[in-house]
């Protein structure tokens, strides 16, 4: 089972739009989660 992404970021669709301008940029899946503290934006961990 897949984590649940964090609100305001799709994992998948940034997957498909990082291959699609940087092809081979990336391998396997991409996991996200959003960092506390942020105040206007929102800020996360991607890998």
Known sequence: MSPVPPPGLDPELLRGHLDRERPG???????????????????YVVG
């Open 25 to 43: 940029l990336v391998s396997g899946p991409l996991e996200a989660r959003l960092i506390e503290g942020g105040r206007s934006n929102l800020t």
